[in-house]
């Protein structure tokens, strides 16, 4: 898999887990931690792009 469509996977994944987190807030059936651990999921993507993208433009 190239690098961009790696970072193209990682930033859907990353807007798949904003909506989930969006989803979750409306329903009141979900608790906090499910809420924490999709944000705790989304900023590690968040932080494996910004990776890959400072070592791609490091080159």
């Known amino acids: 898999m ?5 970072l193209e996977e990682l930033q859907k994944r990353h807007g ?3 909506r989930a987190i969006n989803d979750a807030r409306n329903h009141p059936s979900v608790d906090a931690l499910t809420i924490v651990d999709l944000k705790r999921r989304k900023l ?3 932080d ?7 070592s791609h433009t490091s080159h």
């Open 48 to 54: 494996e792009i910004s990776k890959l993208k400072e």
């Open 2 to 6: 190239s690098l961009a469509n790696h």
């Open 16 to 18: 798949d887990i904003e």
């Open 44 to 46: 590690a993507l968040k």
